[in-house]
């Protein structure tokens, strides 16, 4: 962003300092894109599973709505144990 000789003389009075401009090169291009092959070619890793339950007021209606066990639902509020 470029600033009249005033404007600029006001931001360094009041201790303001412009950022360089963030460039890229290509080699951020190839690194960039081996990562992105990295993490497409293998699964994602879980290791605990995510607690849970289906709301069985809202598996009536046909919906299926998960809950973390001793919670309300938050579609119908119904607490699932």
């Known amino acids: 962003m470029s600033y ?3 404007q600029h003389a006001i931001l360094l009075s009041l201790g303001i300092e412009q950022l360089p401009a963030v460039l890229c090169s290509p080699q951020d291009d190839e690194v960039e894109l ?3 092959q990295t993490f497409t070619d293998t699964p994602p890793i879980r290791r605990m599973p ?3 339950k ?3 007021d809202c598996l009536n209606r046909g ?3 998960w809950v973390i066990p001793g ?3 938050q579609k119908c509020g119904r607490e699932v144990n």
């Open 34 to 36: 081996e990562l992105a």
């Open 71 to 73: 919670k309300k639902c």
């Open 4 to 6: 009249s000789p005033e």
């Open 50 to 52: 995510v607690p849970g």
């Open 54 to 56: 289906r709301c069985p």
């Open 63 to 65: 919906q299926v709505v």
